[in-house]
C-alpha cells in the first residue's frame, strides 16, 4: 500500500472554488491510477474523478465540466479543482491510489467539503 495525505478541504460558498491536494508519500512510479471518492451522509461512496495511468481521465456526470483532475509529472501529487460548487457537492472527500496489477487500493484519510451559503 501506499500513504496518501490530503489537503484542501473547507467550507466555501456555491459557486465558488476549491482545490483538493492529494500527496503520495513515495515515488510510486507509473503503476497507481489515482482517484478521488466522496462520501455524502447516510450515502455511500463514489467516485467524482479518476486519472488512469496513461493520461485518461474518467468522471462522475454530476462533476463533469466543473470538476478537473490532473496529476504532476513525477507521479505524487494528484489535485482536484472543484469549480462552481454546488450545495450537493457537500460531502467527505478522499483520495485513491488503486495498483493496475493486483487492484490494491490505498486510501487517505479524506477531507471535508462543505458548500453551503
Known amino acids: 500500500q501506499v500513504q496518501l495525505t490530503e489537503s484542501g478541504g473547507g467550507l466555501v460558498q456555491p459557486g465558488e472554488s476549491l482545490t483538493l491536494s492529494c500527496r503520495i508519500a513515495?515515488?510510486?512510479?507509473?503503476?497507481?491510477?489515482m482517484g478521488w471518492y466522496r462520501q455524502a451522509p447516510g450515502k455511500e461512496r463514489v467516485m467524482v474523478a479518476r486519472h488512469i495511468v496513461g493520461g485518461r481521465t474518467e468522471y462522475a456526470e454530476s462533476v463533469r465540466g466543473r470538476f478537473t483532475i490532473s496529476r504532476d509529472s513525477d507521479q505524487n501529487t494528484v489535485t482536484l479543482q472543484m469549480n462552481s460548487l454546488k450545495p450537493e457537492d457537500t460531502a467527505f472527500y478522499s483520495c485513491?491510489?488503486?495498483?493496475?496489477?493486483?487492484?490494491?487500493?490505498?486510501w487517505g484519510q479524506g477531507t471535508q467539503v462543505t458548500v453551503s451559503s
Open positions: 513515495r515515488n510510486i512510479g507509473n503503476i497507481y491510477d
Open positions: 485513491n491510489a488503486r495498483h493496475i496489477f493486483n487492484g490494491q487500493n490505498s
